[in-house]
């Protein structure tokens, strides 16, 4: 079965490094979303991807975090600097169309801790 | 920006017992979705019930819904300790297309 795949796995950076996490999606899927989830939080939506296009990225902390989907296929997600709150889950996931009533499908996620 | 608030937050039982989880929302919703969560991976998306629906079968599993209380509930039958995983209800509707999960429930199923 189709997955979505993430790398890395786990991410150990300092304060103040640049990380990116990188996803790619499921083939033919021209949504791709990137969730953050805090440890004993559900997901929360930082960024919506329709092809190359940002659809949502409202919760996104544009002053560090940026993303791109250049080609409309994979997707790289970036903080810089990075600071110690940023500690959490990234899970990437797409849907074929991102219409109405879509289920989405997750990577295994990027574990991400900050010291 | 949390829609959806699951109850109890954690859940314990025996193995061969039903376990029973709730999501409330606030607001008018097109469809409630419900994922599975096993310790340190993604979520997996378990069955949709649409807003016109009000209760839904797949396997062991079955979902209500009750758009006039804005309440959704998940029931999983004769347990194993294979469904010990976070459970997360999610909503679209208050934000377009934007799927907002709740904060999960816990379970954990003892052999």
């Known amino acids: 079965e189709a997955e979505v795949a993430q790398s890395p796995r786990y991410k150990i950076t300092e304060k103040s490094q640049a990380v990116a996490f990188w996803c790619d999606p499921i083939?033919?899927?021209?949504?791709l979303y990137w969730y953050r989830q805090i440890l004993g939080q559900g997901p929360e939506l930082l960024v919506q991807?329709?092809?190359?296009?940002?659809?949502?990225d409202s919760q996104l902390p544009k002053d560090r975090f940026s993303a791109e989907r250049l080609k409309g296929v994979d997707s790289t997600l970036k903080i810089q600097p990075a600071e110690l709150g940023d500690s959490a889950m990234y899970l990437c996931?797409?849907?074929?169309?991102?219409?109405?009533?879509?289920?989405?499908?997750f990577g295994s996620g990027t574990q991400l801790s900050v010291l | 920006s949390q829609q959806g608030e699951e109850d109890p937050q954690a859940l314990s039982i025996q193995e061969g017992e039903n376990a029973t989880m709730n999501c409330s929302y606030k607001?008018?919703?097109?469809?409630l979705q419900w994922y599975r969560q096993n310790s340190g991976r993604g979520l997996v998306h378990l069955i949709l019930?649409?807003?016109?629906?009000r209760e839904k079968h797949s396997g062991r599993l079955r979902v209500t819904l009750d758009t006039s209380k804005k309440s959704s509930s998940l029931l999983i039958t004769a347990s194993r300790a294979a469904d010990t995983a976070s459970y997360f209800c999610?909503?679209?509707?208050?934000?377009?297309?934007?799927?907002?999960f709740g904060a999960g429930t816990i379970l954990r199923v003892k052999s």
């Open positions: 996931a797409s849907s074929l169309g991102g219409a109405k009533n879509e289920k989405l499908f």
């Open positions: 019930i649409r807003s016109n629906e």
């Open positions: 607001t008018s919703i097109n469809n």
């Open positions: 991807f329709q092809d190359e296009s940002v659809v949502d």
């Open positions: 999610a909503t679209d509707g208050e934000y377009g297309n934007k799927l907002v």
């Open positions: 083939s033919g899927h021209a949504t």
